[in-house]
């Protein structure tokens, strides 16, 4: 093997199904916990920036919002863009 690559041990399964292992299963399901405490603390946030806003408009805009991610699957960003744009739309809702 040439120096700097790296060859998986052949298990008799391909790349795709060693995606579905429970320990991946596991990664996947820690990785999820952790967004939804980064939607948790993005609702925070935003519930404190408009205290005038009743917290369900908050709620949902932050559904909303989040739901525009559904199925991407690169999630490190999502909570990140999903303030910004739950923001953007409680600063037009407050005006």
Same mark, same amino acid.
């Given at each position: 093997?040439?120096?700097?690559?790296?060859?998986? @041990?052949?298990?008799?399964?391909? @790349? /795709?199904?060693? $995606?579905?292992? @429970?320990?991946?299963?596991?990664? &996947?399901?820690?990785?999820?916990?952790?967004?939804?405490?980064? *939607? /948790?603390? %993005?609702? /925070?946030?935003?519930?404190?920036?408009?205290?005038? #806003?009743?917290? @369900? #408009? *908050?709620?949902?805009? *932050?559904? +909303?919002?989040?739901?525009?991610?559904?199925?991407?699957?690169?999630?490190?960003? &999502?909570?990140?863009? %999903?303030?910004?744009?739950?923001? =953007? +739309? $409680? =600063? +037009?809702?407050?005006?």
């Amino acid at each position: 093997m040439s120096r700097g690559r790296h060859r998986l @041990p052949d298990s008799g399964t391909t @790349p /795709d199904t060693q $995606l579905t292992t @429970p320990r991946t299963e596991r990664i &996947v399901q820690k990785m999820t916990t952790t967004e939804h405490e980064h *939607i /948790d603390a %993005v609702r /925070d946030r935003l519930g404190a920036q408009f205290p005038d #806003v009743p917290r @369900p #408009v *908050i709620d949902d805009t *932050i559904a +909303a919002e989040h739901a525009r991610f559904e199925g991407n699957s690169i999630r490190d960003f &999502v909570p990140l863009f %999903v303030e910004r744009k739950a923001r =953007q +739309a $409680l =600063q +037009a809702h407050a005006h």
